[in-house]
């Protein structure tokens, strides 16, 4: 079955504590991303990856890192989490292409909690 | 400037009404996708439908057809014969191409509650 995976669901840890959420797609997907969604703000890009060893920066990078060194795994990490990165985070994988449907496929979500 | 605007935070409608969606963006790059996703309470993010931006006709997937307004910059989605289990959050999304970076853009959405 072709899916994204994320683990964990669900996340609860303490300021400064060092974290990573992990993601993988089966699809042999190229493009790689990483969201998180805040109420009344929609979903906003983190990082994408457009395939092994290339990542670029999206709209809210700070705080976060990644890494793409297979194309089936894209974890995001969080050096010293904050209260403030509290949210839902999503990972999503699509074909490269732009031009025909490239539809994203997301992952199932993972809630994060910083206290 | 946002990249995707929905001005509708929530939405009412009659079940088996019609409702339209809407949605506007903003960008430069001459290749670009648009899609619209629901989210049910549940929390999962469902593709609903997809509209390039060469496509000559709008997009169509059953219940959901996009009004694609290339000049104008819109692309609503129209919802036929509303049912129960359409009552969910729509989001907007737009794809970039190459030009301008391949970044994907995410509206804050419209909340739809459908009423029997």
């Known amino acids: 079955e072709a899916q994204v995976t994320q683990n964990p669901r669900y996340l609860i840890t303490v300021t400064g504590k060092k974290l990573t959420v992990t993601c993988s797609q089966n699809m042999n997907h190229e493009y790689m991303s990483w969201y998180r969604q805040d109420p009344g703000l929609g979903l906003r890009q983190i990082y994408y990856s457009m395939n092994v060893e290339v990542t670029d920066k999206g709209d809210v990078p700070e705080g976060y890192k990644v890494s793409r060194k297979e194309k089936r795994n894209f974890p995001l990490i969080l050096e010293s989490p904050s209260p403030n990165q509290t949210s839902l985070y999503f990972c999503?994988?699509?074909?490269?292409?732009?031009?025909?449907?490239?539809?994203?496929?997301f992952g199932p979500g993972t809630r994060l909690t910083v206290l | 400037a946002q990249k995707i605007t929905q001005t509708q935070p929530g939405m009412f409608v009659q079940e088996k009404e019609a409702v339209t969606l809407d949605c506007t963006y903003d960008t430069s790059d001459p290749s670009y996708g648009l899609f619209w996703y629901k989210q049910p309470s549940s929390g999962e993010m469902i593709f609903l439908i997809y509209?390039?931006?060469?496509?000559?006709q709008n997009a169509t997937e059953g219940r959901y057809s996009l009004n694609f307004q290339k000049a104008r910059k819109s692309a609503n989605l129209v919802i036929s014969a509303s049912q129960l289990g359409d009552s969910a959050m729509y989001f907007c999304?737009?794809?970039?191409?190459?030009?301008?970076?391949?970044?994907?853009?995410f509206g804050t959405g419209t909340s739809l509650t459908v009423i029997p």
């Open positions: 999304a737009m794809r970039e191409g190459a030009y301008t970076g391949n970044q994907f853009y």
């Open positions: 999503a994988s699509s074909p490269q292409k732009v031009a025909g449907v490239n539809e994203q496929f």
């Open positions: 509209q390039g931006s060469y496509d000559q």
